[in-house]
């Protein structure tokens, strides 16, 4: 079903891409937008056993994508450094495929929502967490991703 990668000798590990989903701040979510377009959105994420999550608000053009077809993707640059001499880039990078869905049972949205809020502000009380997740909660929305297929490459160089 995923097509395999070209350049096997760039390919990361499974353990290596799943470093780089832990590790990184922030990637692009890409759904099916609107008249077949593709809509691809940049958004800080957590990753967790095979999931990724993200916040949302309760409306817009990406929320009505992942309305109308469940299958994403999500790419994460993890490293870009220009080498002028060689006229090239040293990179890492890694695309998940997958299905997303919006959580809607409280639980399962707090339970995400908090993961989220400890990898961006890990030293904050858990009061401080609680008081910042009440104050959106009305306004927020969680997705999940679980994914399907990974793939990580890196340069040659």
């Given at each position: 079903m995923f097509r395999e990668m070209?350049?096997?000798k760039q390919m990361l590990s499974c353990e290596q891409c799943e470093d780089i989903l832990r590790r990184c701040t922030s990637g692009v979510l890409a759904v099916s937008g609107?008249?077949?377009y593709p809509y691809a959105v940049p958004l800080s994420y957590v990753y967790d056993e095979g999931k990724l999550y993200f916040h949302s608000a309760l409306d817009?053009?990406?929320l009505d994508a992942v309305k109308k077809h469940h299958k994403v993707s999500f790419c994460i640059i993890a490293q870009d450094r220009i080498i002028p001499e060689k006229y090239t880039t040293s990179y890492q990078s890694v695309i998940a495929f997958g299905n997303i869905r919006i959580l809607d049972r409280k639980q399962e949205k707090l339970d995400a929502i908090k993961k989220l809020a400890l990898k961006y502000a890990p030293n904050e009380s858990a009061e401080h967490?609680?008081?910042?997740i009440?104050?959106?909660?009305n306004t927020l929305c969680?997705?999940?991703?679980?994914?399907?297929?990974l793939t990580g490459k890196r340069a040659k160089n």
């Open positions: 070209r350049r096997k609107d008249d077949e817009g053009h990406k967490l609680a008081l910042e009440d104050r959106y909660w969680m997705l999940e991703m679980s994914i399907e297929h």
